[in-house]
């Protein structure tokens, strides 16, 4: 199935197992597939046919940053919900990541989520 993607929306939240380390806000990333048929999209040029990523971007942002988050798991489910509310999105995989740990890139986890 054909797919848009939004590659790490960066956004600075609390979020953290232990309340020492939802103190303070740190920088997280989120990254989405949205799937869903394109063709008649790329066809007709409608935005109606489509998901308005940039509407999408906004609110993964607005919703995440103004909550407070023990797990990324919980955020990526949320963020998930979200997206699949747009009648157009079938399915959608979202990864949310931090860095937290000295020698680590980046921790974080990858979810799919069906539209039923």
Do not use: W
């Amino acid at each position: 199935m054909d797919y848009i993607f939004i590659d790490e929306i960066e956004a600075r939240i609390r979020i953290g197992c232990t309340i020492k380390e939802r103190a303070d806000p740190q920088k997280i990333r989120i990254s989405a597939k949205i799937f869903l048929p394109l063709f008649e999209a790329g066809k007709t040029g409608r935005l109606d046919s489509t998901v308005d990523y940039a509407d999408i971007i906004s609110k993964v942002r607005t919703h995440v940053q103004n909550k407070e988050y023990v797990l990324l798991e919980t955020l990526a489910s949320e963020v998930a919900e979200l997206i699949l509310s747009d009648d157009n999105a079938r399915a959608v995989q979202i990864e949310a990541s931090k860095q937290i740990l000295d020698g680590v890139k980046r921790t974080g986890v990858s979810i799919y989520r069906e539209n039923i």
